[in-house]
């Protein structure tokens, strides 16, 4: 089993700052792709960043120079700092890991596994 454990969302004001973070753990051989997705109200899930084992990252045009993703490998940790916030950030956003598990025998397989969410209210 490997699960993803996210934090930090809540209420913050327009203009503030959030930083959210997610850690995977249970039974991983590696960790290729970490990223943030949202889903506002009467949404679709969107993507909001990845970043890759090796530190490339990916972000949608609406939160580039605001949002900031990164990682700890050696913690199998992702985080995205939220600064500038805006109304339309308002989501609830979800972890997302991508890469290879440990299912025993000297066996592995592919690995995709989502957080829970967490909420994230922009609003004054």
């Known amino acids: 089993q490997v699960q993803l454990v996210e934090s930090g969302g809540g209420l913050v004001q327009p203009g503030g700052s959030l930083r959210l973070s997610c850690a995977a753990s249970g039974s991983i051989f590696s960790i290729n792709t970490m990223g943030w997705y949202r889903q506002g109200p009467g949404k679709e899930r969107e993507l909001v960043a990845t970043?890759?084992?090796?530190?490339?990252?990916n972000y949608a045009d609406s939160v580039k120079g605001r949002l900031t993703i990164s990682r700890d490998n050696a913690k199998n940790t992702v985080y995205l700092q939220m600064n500038s916030l805006k109304p339309e950030d308002t989501a609830v956003y979800y972890c997302n890991a991508r890469g290879t598990k440990s299912v025993g025998g000297g066996i592995y397989r592919p690995l995709e596994v989502w957080g829970q969410g967490t909420l994230v209210t922009v609003s004054s």
């Open positions: 970043i890759t084992s090796g530190d490339t990252t």
